[in-house]
């Protein structure tokens, strides 16, 4: 069974450094693209990024580009999505989802929650 | 940047047909998906490829994708479909998702 397991939720202050994680089981992690989406309170879905994780080439939205680090280690099938310097407006779930093309598994969410 | 327009809210009585577009420009050039999200709960892929269903969704999910427009069908449609719709494309590289259609069933 395919799943993607992310890291707990997350309570930070404004300034602070942050990594979250999503470890792939049931499939050759290698071989598809991970995906990261922000879903903010009660708003839609953002793509954020995405990174390959066999060689670990990244794109980026262009809105998200330079306030995050999308990052991957294939020898524990786990990808990260970072921040150097957390806002309160990080404030969102962040899901982590497979696919190159249509995201066909997803993390169940970590919630980070970003107040002084 | 590439944007997808959706309608914020469908509302459709039990047993009849739901149909959520997301407009685009020259959309239909693309592969469009469309994923289902119910409160509290992760995204999940009903149809990608415009029209293909993954394994275990009900046939009275379809969908297409032509011109500048993109549609989720839903047939036939239960209480249990009631949920947010997102449609999502690709721009070059960069993912792309629509706005979001909060689907009522009453």
């Known amino acids: 069974e395919v799943q993607l397991v992310q890291s707990g939720a997350e309570v930070k202050k404004p300034g602070e450094s942050l990594r979250i994680s999503c470890k792939g089981s049931g499939y050759r992690f290698t071989t598809y693209w991970i995906s990261w989406v922000r879903q903010m309170p009660g708003k839609g879905l953002e793509w954020m990024g995405r990174i390959d994780p066999s060689d670990s080439e990244t794109n980026y939205s262009p809105s998200f580009q330079g306030h995050v680090t999308i990052s991957a280690d294939k020898s524990i099938s786990t990808a990260y999505l970072q921040w150097s310097s957390l806002k309160a407006s990080d404030t969102a779930m962040y899901y982590c989802?497979?696919?190159?093309?249509?995201?066909?598994?997803w993390g169940q969410g970590t919630l980070v929650t970003v107040s002084s | 940047s590439y944007e997808l327009t959706q309608p914020p809210s469908v509302s459709v009585s039990p047993g009849q047909t739901a149909s959520i577009t997301c407009s685009g420009d020259k959309l239909g050039d693309k592969y469009v998906c469309w994923y289902q999200q119910k409160t509290g709960q992760s995204p999940v892929l009903v149809i990608y490829?415009?029209?293909k269903r993954p394994s275990g969704i009900p046939e009275r999910i379809s969908g297409s994708n032509s011109g500048s427009t993109a549609t989720l069908t839903i047939s036939g449609t239960q209480t249990i479909d009631e949920a947010d719709y997102y449609c999502?494309?690709?721009?070059?590289?960069?993912?792309?998702f629509g706005g979001g259609t909060k689907l009522t069933v009453l």
């Open positions: 999502q494309a690709w721009d070059s590289s960069a993912g792309v």
């Open positions: 490829e415009d029209d």
């Open positions: 989802g497979r696919g190159d093309y249509s995201f066909d598994s």
